[in-house]
């Protein structure tokens, strides 16, 4: 071992790993789990199997399969490409992890060990992977004194294909595999972790879009109780999983589509491509019911394949009556971007382009605001933004800050640990400011990387800065004593009265009950 080539032993082995030009230790690619191909293939997870010699932990590891996104401005894929990594080779043998800290420390020694942050990538539950410039842990780990550790887990039908009420019992939990995998690899963190400088009793786990559904989820996923103490859900609230019925239905249509009936075997057998095209066809027939799906529209079709409450490994939907008692005593950040529906309004020339009117915002609102319509385009108005632009607000309202707000009152009403609530307030120029400050546009701030966000920070970088220093600085201060205050930003949590929120920005700070009549209209 050299100081640029450092060695760590785990319980599987001895990984070899490198230093950065920011002098990060990095270990890629270290396995959490056995392939998941052929006899693995739509089961649980499995224990990787141990090595000898030392592993090369200094290549980046293949993605799970997945199809391509489909969007409708090749303007936009080319603001995401840093986020979708479509060069990544895809395969089964897909879990493993990546580890960023800033030194290590053996399991035995008296220093105090670093908090450790699991971040969870977006892409639904659904597509991309953790092999992302924008989630390079390095500047977190330096800024903080924090493990931060990144993983790839089963996607779409290979991690959420409910084979329970059609297959054998060995296939009882297929439909939250994907999940399983997580969860496994917070366990691997438990038992590692330590070689590495972390601190297996102060794990955050936090993730944006559907790597905030995935929080959402293991936060009433039973199995993995105590393998997380803190919990930071970006963007992705997800109050209802996949009915056990209708993912039943979504199952029979993909089976039908490769012909193998109910014959495990075969369906094991199968080639990844076929498999591919046969949940993009079942999708497609529509059968994927919305309650499954993430808050938001997703890029892809296969984000119809989600978590399934299937009565045992995910007992209830999360967050739909109540709040999940697994994770009573964890505490919650939890936040959006001001304009969210932004991003996917590139299908739609009237929002991306601006030229919505009134008359026309007013006959998209009335058939799901009904009687509240005139209420509803009342409250709006007041912003003074165009009818567009409220057509943005009134969506990202009615999904995403509701589902959120939701959450955090479904804890407060059961006596859960603290949450607190943030909007995203930072505007991208990019597009000719078409991006706005849209779903996706935080994270490079959250991770402190917008050297490397160029693709949405634009010519603004000095502000971004600033508010990436708030943002994230925040984040490091709720993982690693459960409350995100800092001494330039305190924040109070969440409650009935006062609603603190913080906002965001170059300048950011605490507003007790922003647009309180809008918050008030979609209340869950």
């Given amino acids: 071992m050299t100081p640029d080539t450092p060695i760590v032993e785990i319980r599987d082995g001895k990984v070899q790993g490198l230093v950065n030009d920011r002098g990060v230790l990095v270990f890629r690619n270290i396995p959490y789990g056995a392939s998941t191909a052929g006899s693995g293939r739509f089961m649980p997870p499995r224990p990787p199997q141990p090595w000898t010699g030392i592993r090369d932990a200094a290549v980046e590891g293949p993605k799970s399969p997945q199809a391509s996104p489909v969007f409708g401005r090749e303007a936009l894929r080319d603001v995401m490409e840093p986020v979708l990594r479509l060069d990544q080779p895809m395969s089964e043998d897909c879990l493993h992890v990546n580890v960023f800290t800033p030194g290590l420390q053996g399991a035995d020694t008296q220093v105090a060990r670093r908090p450790v942050m699991v971040w969870l990538h977006g892409g639904g539950f659904a597509s991309t992977c953790s092999e992302v410039a924008w989630y390079d842990g390095s500047n977190l780990c330096r800024r903080g004194d924090v493990v931060v550790v990144t993983l790839n887990h089963r996607l779409n039908v290979f991690g959420y294909l409910h084979l329970g009420d059609i297959l054998d019992e060995r296939f009882a939990h297929s439909g939250n595999n994907g999940i399983a995998d997580i969860a496994q690899a917070l366990a691997w963190v438990r038992d590692n972790i330590a070689a590495f400088g972390g601190d297996p009793g102060n794990v955050t786990i936090f993730g944006e879009s559907g790597g905030g559904a995935k929080v959402t989820t293991l936060m009433a996923y039973p199995a993995a109780k105590g393998l997380f103490h803190k919990a930071v859900v970006m963007s992705g609230p997800l109050m209802r999983a996949m009915s056990r019925n209708g993912a039943t239905a979504l199952a029979r249509k993909v089976l039908e589509g490769l012909a193998v009936g109910a014959d495990a075997a075969a369906l094991q057998q199968a080639p990844i491509e076929a498999i591919l095209a046969a949940s993009q066809a079942a999708l497609a027939i529509g059968l994927a019911p919305s309650e499954g799906t993430p808050f938001v529209p997703t890029a892809t079709a296969s984000g119809g394949f989600t978590p399934v409450v299937d009565g045992s490994s995910l007992p209830a939907h999360p967050f739909d009556v109540s709040s999940p008692p697994s994770s009573a005593d964890v505490p919650l950040m939890i936040g959006i971007t ?36 005139d209420a509803v385009l009342a409250a709006y108005a007041e912003t003074a933004l165009s009818p567009a632009k409220q057509w943005v607000a009134i969506q990202t309202d009615r999904g995403a800050r509701a589902a959120s707000i939701g959450m955090i009152e479904r804890r407060i009403t059961d ?61 490091l201060a709720f993982a690693r004593t459960g409350n995100p205050s800092t001494a330039q930003a305190p924040w109070p949590a969440y409650d009935l009265k006062d609603r603190a929120t913080m906002r965001f920005n170059t300048q950011s700070a605490v507003v007790d009950d922003p647009d309180a009549v809008r918050r008030a209209l979609w209340i869950l």
């Fill in 338 to 373: 001001r304009d969210e529906v932004q991003y996917w309004t590139h299908h739609d020339p009237k929002i991306w382009d601006d030229t919505l009117t009134l008359a026309e915002l007013e006959a998209r609102v009335r058939p799901f605001a009904g009687a509240r319509t």
């Fill in 415 to 475: 006596g859960a640990a603290p949450s607190y609530f943030y909007i995203f307030d930072w505007e991208s120029p990019t597009l000719g400011g078409r991006f706005r400050a849209g779903h996706g546009v935080d994270i490079p701030f959250i991770m402190d990387n917008v050297e490397v966000g160029s693709s949405v920070v634009g010519d603004q970088a000095a502000s971004a800065d600033l508010c990436a220093k708030a943002y994230s600085g925040a984040l």
